[in-house]
Every structure is written in structure tokens, then in C-alpha cells.
């Protein structure tokens, strides 16, 4: 299989909450690119038979939502959010510090395979801004000082 | 995760259990929890719905409906299995309270899906949570289990005889998605393309079935105007707008943060007193009131009270009750394009003035601002998002057109002052001059 059993387990029982078996399809892809990074045709294939529809129609609705990819990305996904509130409090300059800490740019991934950047649309962290998610995670109130502890953090993390 | 600020104004009832670790079952049960839900089953559907009503409660996502009525719609009796959608697809642009209320009180949620279903004679409610909050999802995903686990959803709640499934859901990264009908499209595990109306979803929604759909702040609130009474609810606020309101504080103030304050709370009080007034010293230059999507109100129109009504007289909206400040050092035609920078990103592009009118602003905007402008472009600008207003299928062509129209109107001479001082005076250094068109 191409995601693990205890993945594919959570995705048939969580079908059952809803009366059509598509409609997990949405959380199933953003789970399934959580655990294989990005959505293979592989785990296209995979989803596609899992809810009884054609790999067509999977890749139509892939590519409607910005946070699926179907190509690889960095370990981590550093996205700094670049709409109105962060941008007046200095999103702008906190973009252009990690584009040039990492050497890359937007969509662009390390080469050693460690990050990747983006720039993103309004994360929920107006009243704490300028802020980004690393993955998931949250970080807030961000200066450039903040943005290489954070990095650094990342770096130390995956080396362990 | 995010810091909770405080103020001597606020009157806390959304937000009473913030940073008391609600999100725990025990905890929430000790803050009178799911005491409302048992409430609601004594008073029947009727009896809900006339409290709501009477609570003057409007819906918080941004349309400022009122909720008792739209609930009022879903017809008594239906062939198909009616639903409760919870939206917490929180993604407007200067809007973070649905992250705290999902973090910090997540069985409220949970209580007021449950009664807003009651009230309709549904079964099964959704709560659907934006795909970046995934650790909200996982909060939630605990507080639903844990309710499940005590009996207080599933079957025969609180030994009622009634059943009543709540579950959890997350979409992947799409701001119209927030927008209802799109919404439903995307929990059916669709592309999030909105539908036409009517029919509209308390008629026809989910798979079919009549829904209501309600923002987390709105069905946070209703276990609240349940216990207090609709009533008391009503007389926090103003004449018809019920209750309090988080309103999230962001920009160029001081304490920014998320503040809950009664409906109908002045504007420029709001900014000087409750957010520190405006940072580094700078005077105001304008403030949106209530989301990217409504229009901008100027350094001298900030003497009003914020409910739906009186910025509606005002030319704005309460939106979603993001309130963005912008000091007198900002470009506004940076924040136009910066604004439609986002609107060209989210158009789903199912219908043409939005999917092209936002292309041809953005590429006008980002021109202009870069020294690329001609004179006509300002009037072009203004007539281009005219005629979007009121032409598409869901609001986000409005969404996009409402701020530009009000920027043009309101700081023509901003637009003015990039034809003279090119690329762009205000930010001197910073903008790369692009070429001027013939």
C-alpha cells in the first residue's frame, strides 16, 4: 500500500461519518501528502480507488486547494504570509530575509532537501504579525533575528 | 499558541473561558458546560429559536445575517436528513478569532451546533475547520471524542431520546471556501465552486438536505444567549445588533490582538484606548473595519459605532470584524494591489468578472504602483470594479471590488501623487520602476 495501514484504517472509518464516499476526499489528500510529503501519481492512484472515482477527478480537485502539491518539497515548508496585516507590519522584508537565508525562492527547495519557501495568503495571525507556518506550526510576531533562531531550530531538529 | 490581550472595556462572554483551559471537558463542565444543550432540549425547537431570535444575534462570518431567521427557513419537514455546517474555514484577510474560540472553547462550538440542530430537527452537524489550523483540528477532533465518550453526543443525549452526531472536518488551503455554498461543495469532497441561488442551502444544502451553515463565533455564541436568555444578549449590543463581538485589532496599532467588545463600540475608542493607539507615534490614515473585503474608512470617518447598521450608513461593513489600522506612512495603492493580489489568487474562476476582473486589476495595480501608470488607468480601475460589483455568483467578486472602489474614491490623490512621483512616493527606494506604457 501506498500510505500506511494505520493511515488507510483512519480513512475507512472516518468515510462512514459521511452519506457519499467522497466526501473525506478533500482531508484524505492533505493526510496523505502529510505522510508522503507530496501526492505521487502513486498516491493519486492510490486515493482515487479508495473513494471510487477516477484519477482525473482526483487531480481536478488537487488542484483547486493550495496547500496540495503534486510535486516534492522540502522537509520543511517555511510559508510567510504576505497579505494586508502582516505586510504592514514588515511581512515584505521578513519574506526577502528568508529567501536569502535558504538561497531560494518562492516554491523554490533547498538542496539538501531540508526547506522549502513559500509565500502565502492570510494564515489566521493578523493580531500577531508579521507571522509563517512552518508546516503546521505557528510562529508569530517575527523579526529577522526570530526568523534565523527559528530556522535554526528546524535545522538542529532534523538532524537529530 | 497565539497571545491572549485583555482590556478593561471587553465584556467577555464568547471569550469568558479563554485561557482557563476549556478545551478540557472537566474544566468546561466546571464553566457551566453543555448546561445550554440540556436548556435547548426542554425548550423544543421553537423555543430556541425564538430566544435566537430575540437575541438579535447576526451572523459573525461577515454577512451580518440574522440567525434566528435563517434558521426559521429550513422547512419543518424534509424527506432528506437535515444538517448543521459549522464554517470554520476562517480566512478573511485581517480575521483570527475563530483560531482562538477553536483553541480555547471548543465544546462551545460543539454545544452550539447541537442546538442550532435541535432547532432545525437535524441529526448530524459538521464542523469544518481551515486546513492550515491543523492543530484546532486536533483539538476539536479530542473535544468531539470526549463528549462521545460522556454520552453528550451519539444516541439519546442526555437521555432526551434524541440523537445527535457531531464530526469533524478540514479542507486543504482556499479562502472561498468560506463562502457557503462553496463550502458544502468542498465538504462533499469537491473543488469549492460556489453554487447558484436560490435554492437556497436551509432549503437545499448538504447532499441535498436542508442546512444551516454557521460561522464558529456565531454558534460559540449561542449556548450563551440559551442560558443567559435572548434578551439579555440583545441589550449588550445596539438596537438590533445583538451581543459582543471579537474584534480582531491588527496593523499599525500598539496592542494589536483579539478583543471582545459590545456591538456598537466606537471606532477611533477602539483604536486610541483598547489597541494603544496607532504605533511610532504616526497619525491615522485609514482603517478596514471589518475584513479586506470591506471598504476602507478614512482618518475622519472613524467616529462610528461598529454594528452592521451603522457602518452601513457609514459606506462600510462589520464584515468579519477584522479592523486593520493603517498609519499615515502607508501607500494605498500598495494596499489596493496588495488586497487584489489576493482576490486574482483566491477567484475560483468558475464565473468571468470575477476570474477577469480581478486579473486585469492586479496587473493594472501592480503597474501602477510601480511607476507603470497613466491617468486613465485610476478611472479604469474604479469602472473595472463597478462592474464586478454584484455580477457573480458568491460575494468574492464583491469582496474584491468594494475596497478598490472605496481606495480610488477616497485617496485619489495617492493615485495621482505615482503619476508624478514615480514609482510609488510613499515608498521611496523600495518600488523597482517599471516601464510606462504608451
Known amino acids: 500500500m501506498v500510505v500506511s495501514e494505520q493511515l488507510d484504517a483512519f480513512f475507512t472509518e472516518k468515510m462512514k461519518d459521511y452519506p457519499t464516499q467522497r466526501s473525506f476526499l478533500v482531508p484524505m489528500l492533505l493526510y496523505t501528502q502529510d505522510e508522503l510529503g507530496y501526492l505521487s501519481d502513486e498516491a493519486i492512484a492510490y486515493v482515487a480507488q479508495k473513494v471510487n472515482l477516477d484519477e482525473l477527478e482526483i487531480r481536478n480537485v488537487i488542484s483547486y486547494y493550495s496547500m496540495l502539491t503534486t510535486k516534492p518539497r522540502g522537509r520543511y515548508n517555511v510559508q510567510v504570509c504576505r497579505n494586508i496585516c502582516c505586510m504592514l507590519r514588515g511581512s515584505d522584508e521578513i519574506g526577502a530575509h528568508v529567501k536569502q537565508r535558504l538561497g531560494i525562492a518562492h516554491k523554490g527547495t533547498t538542496a539538501d532537501g531540508m526547506f522549502s519557501f513559500e509565500e502565502v495568503e492570510c494564515i489566521g495571525a493578523c493580531g500577531w504579525a508579521p507571522a509563517m507556518q512552518v508546516n503546521y506550526d505557528f510562529h508569530e510576531n517575527l523579526t529577522a533575528g526570530r526568523v534565523d533562531e527559528i530556522l535554526d531550530q528546524y535545522r538542529s531538529k532534523s538532524s537529530l | 499558541m497565539a497571545d491572549l490581550v485583555s482590556h478593561p472595556d471587553e465584556v467577555r462572554v464568547v471569550s469568558k473561558r479563554f485561557g482557563q483551559g476549556a478545551a478540557d471537558l472537566d474544566r468546561y463542565l466546571a464553566f457551566d458546560g453543555y448546561k445550554a444543550v440540556q436548556k435547548a432540549l426542554s425548550l423544543g425547537f421553537d423555543g430556541i429559536i425564538k430566544e435566537v431570535k430575540e437575541s438579535n444575534l447576526r451572523g459573525r462570518g461577515g454577512a451580518g445575517f440574522p440567525t434566528g431567521m435563517k434558521w426559521s427557513f429550513v422547512p419543518k419537514e424534509s424527506a432528506k436528513p437535515k444538517y448543521v455546517l459549522c464554517n470554520g474555514d476562517e480566512s478573511e484577510p485581517g480575521t483570527c478569532k475563530d483560531r482562538l474560540i477553536l483553541e480555547h472553547d471548543p465544546h462551545s462550538v460543539i454545544e452550539?451546533?447541537?442546538?442550532?440542530?435541535?432547532?432545525?430537527?437535524?441529526?448530524?452537524?459538521?464542523?469544518?475547520?481551515?486546513?492550515?489550523?491543523?492543530?484546532?483540528?486536533?483539538?476539536m477532533r479530542k473535544a468531539i471524542a470526549d463528549a462521545y465518550a460522556r454520552g453528550f453526543l451519539g444516541k439519546n443525549i442526555f437521555g432526551s431520546g434524541v440523537d445527535f452526531d457531531v464530526y469533524w472536518h478540514t479542507g486543504a488551503g482556499a479562502y472561498e471556501v468560506g463562502e457557503e455554498s462553496a463550502l458544502m461543495e468542498s465538504l462533499e469532497g469537491k473543488r469549492g465552486v460556489p453554487r447558484i441561488r436560490p435554492p437556497f442551502p436551509a432549503v437545499v444544502g448538504l447532499w441535498g438536505g436542508p442546512t444551516i451553515i454557521n460561522n464558529v463565533e456565531t454558534l460559540a455564541s449561542v449556548p450563551h444567549i440559551i442560558l443567559g436568555g435572548g434578551q439579555w444578549f440583545a441589550e449588550l449590543g445596539t438596537p438590533k445588533n445583538g451581543g459582543t463581538r471579537l474584534f480582531c485589532l491588527s496593523g499599525h496599532v500598539n496592542r494589536p490582538g483579539v478583543y471582545e467588545l459590545p456591538l456598537g463600540y466606537n471606532l477611533r475608542k477602539m483604536i486610541d484606548e483598547v489597541a494603544g493607539g496607532v504605533?511610532?507615534?504616526?497619525?491615522?490614515?485609514?482603517?478596514?473595519?471589518?475584513?479586506?473585503?470591506?471598504?476602507?474608512?478614512?482618518?475622519?470617518?472613524?467616529?462610528?459605532?461598529?454594528?452592521?447598521?451603522?457602518?452601513?450608513?457609514?459606506?462600510?461593513?462589520l464584515g468579519s470584524g477584522g479592523v486593520v489600522v493603517l498609519d499615515d506612512q502607508t501607500c494605498m495603492v500598495k494596499y489596493a494591489q496588495r488586497i487584489m493580489m489576493f482576490y486574482q489568487h483566491e477567484s475560483c474562476g468558475w464565473c468571468i468578472p470575477c476570474r477577469e476582473g480581478t486579473d486585469w486589476l492586479k496587473k493594472t495595480l501592480n503597474r501602477f504602483h510601480a511607476g507603470g501608470g497613466v491617468k486613465k488607468d485610476i478611472d479604469n480601475i474604479q469602472y473595472l470594479a463597478e462592474n464586478m460589483l454584484g455580477r457573480t455568483f458568491c460575494p468574492l467578486g464583491d469582496a474584491a471590488a468594494m475596497p478598490t472602489i472605496s481606495i480610488v474614491k477616497k485617496f485619489r490623490k495617492e493615485f495621482e501623487d505615482h503619476l508624478e512621483g514615480r514609482p510609488c512616493p510613499y515608498e521611496k527606494g523600495v518600488v523597482e520602476q517599471l516601464p510606462v506604457l504608451a
Open chain 2, 112 to 139: 452550539g451546533v447541537v442546538i442550532g440542530g435541535l432547532s432545525i430537527k437535524a441529526k448530524v452537524g459538521y464542523i469544518y475547520i481551515r486546513g492550515e489550523y491543523r492543530y484546532l483540528v486536533d483539538i
Open chain 2, 279 to 317: 504605533w511610532k507615534g504616526h497619525k491615522l490614515k485609514a482603517v478596514t473595519p471589518g475584513g479586506s473585503s470591506t471598504p476602507v474608512l478614512t482618518a475622519d470617518e472613524v467616529d462610528v459605532g461598529m454594528d452592521f447598521d451603522q457602518l452601513m450608513k457609514a459606506g462600510s461593513m
